[in-house]
């Protein structure tokens, strides 16, 4: 059964033309426009890939620092030690540990966004694949969280770095700000996540790549948008 959507949604909804695709710069003042949260929401860009992600060349996975930050305040953790836990520590990580954070987080402690681990941590870190994995929290060396460069990773995660990745149905969704955000800097922010995606392209893939794209704030509508207008 379909969810029965508000008056603030539907009256939303009739400001977005059906069927039309707009340019970036039009988007973005349009879900701007018609946000109703009343807190400062978050907008999302929303990929559909033409990718097989049972092919595993076809699976996208990664991550690029918004060039204008997410908005958001992010806590980070990291998995190491000596050298490399003071590096983190000096980096402005916001919890740093070995086997004590991971028996913390096993015992169900998960208040951070980001967990970042050096590679000889990755034995004791691994145990956390249950818990972490599913949420999106697991250190991987493709979104450069499995590294010996703490340094790099926790400026980045604490300067915008966002992770992107196919879902099985071939849609990548990435969050690209706040609706307070200036509209050129969320368009700065689309043309980045855009470009990354459309560099993208797996070799195996035939015909149109990308299929659709839109945008949309936390409960608002969404608003197609035209790919050339993200990508120089």
């Given at each position: 059964m379909a969810q029965k959507r508000g008056k603030k949604y539907q009256d939303?909804?009739?400001?977005?033309?059906?069927?039309?695709?707009y340019a970036?710069?039009?988007?973005?003042?349009?879900?701007?426009?018609?946000?109703?949260?009343?807190?400062?929401?978050?907008?999302?860009?929303?990929?559909?890939?033409?990718v097989d992600t049972k092919q595993a060349d076809q699976q996208l996975r990664g991550a690029l620092v918004l060039p204008n930050g997410t908005g958001k305040e992010t806590t980070v953790i990291v998995f190491a030690k000596g050298d490399q836990a003071k590096a983190a520590e000096a980096a402005g990580a916001d919890v740093v540990g070995e086997q004590d954070l991971v028996e913390r987080i096993q015992d169900g402690w998960l208040?951070?966004?980001?967990?970042?681990?050096?590679p000889d941590m990755m034995a004791q870190v691994g145990r956390l694949g249950r818990v972490l994995g599913p949420k999106g929290l697991?250190?991987?060396?493709?979104?450069?969280?499995?590294?010996?460069?703490?340094?790099?990773?926790?400026?980045?995660?604490?300067?915008?770095?966002?992770?992107?990745?196919t879902d099985r149905d071939g849609n990548v969704a990435v969050p690209v700000g706040k609706v307070?955000?200036?509209?050129?800097?969320?368009?700065?922010?689309?043309?980045?996540?855009?470009?990354?995606?459309?560099r993208a392209r797996p070799a195996s893939v035939r015909g149109t790549y990308v299929q659709h794209v839109s945008i949309a704030s936390t409960f608002g509508p969404s608003v197609d948008v035209d790919l050339a207008t993200l990508v120089d």
């Open positions: 939303a909804v009739k400001q977005v033309e059906a069927g039309k695709v970036a710069n039009d988007a973005v003042e349009l879900v701007k426009n018609i946000d109703f949260a009343k807190f400062d929401a978050t907008v999302e860009i929303a990929f559909k890939l033409n208040d951070f966004d980001v967990a970042i681990a050096t697991m250190p991987n060396p493709k979104t450069g969280t499995v590294t010996m460069n703490v340094t790099k990773a926790v400026s980045d995660a604490k300067n915008g770095q966002v992770t992107y990745r307070s955000f200036d509209a050129d800097k969320l368009v700065g922010n689309l043309k980045a996540i855009a470009e990354t995606v459309v």
